[in-house]
């Protein structure tokens, strides 16, 4: 339903940029979408959301000030800026949405619309 792409191999420091197309979707109007990670052996875990709606966005502590999460509403895609990457960022990468109605946060299990994951591996 969603379409992840743009993850990679890079060195800690450096950037990544994920894209996330509505695919079967159409479009995010209407939306909450969001960029949720997990890395092996691990919970997925919330990395940042964003409403359609309003534009508002909410950023794990972890990511806070090195992600950027942003809308293309004429592309229909969202994207992740990811600066000064971690080895602890390392992951598998999804996106997701939800309609803005059903929308409380960015709560893994409240979204119901999954791309197939992207993988990030960030090296020391």
């Known amino acids: 339903q969603l379409q992840a792409s743009g993850g990679g191999l890079v060195q800690a420091g450096e950037s990544l940029t994920l894209s996330c197309a509505a695919a079967s979707l159409g479009t995010f109007d209407d939306y909450a979408i969001g960029w949720f990670r997990q890395a092996p052996g691990k919970e997925r875990e919330a990395v940042s959301c964003i409403s359609s709606d309003d534009g508002s966005t909410y950023y794990a502590t972890s990511v806070k000030g090195r992600f950027t999460i942003s809308i293309n509403d004429a592309e229909n895609t969202v994207f992740l800026r990811m600066n000064n990457l971690r080895p602890d960022d390392t992951a598998a990468y999804y996106c997701?949405?939800?309609?803005?109605?059903?929308?409380?946060?960015?709560?893994?299990?409240?979204?119901?619309?999954w791309g197939q994951g992207t993988l990030v591996t960030v090296s020391s």
């Open positions: 997701a949405a939800v309609v803005e109605g059903d929308y409380n946060g960015c709560f893994v299990h409240d979204y119901n619309y």
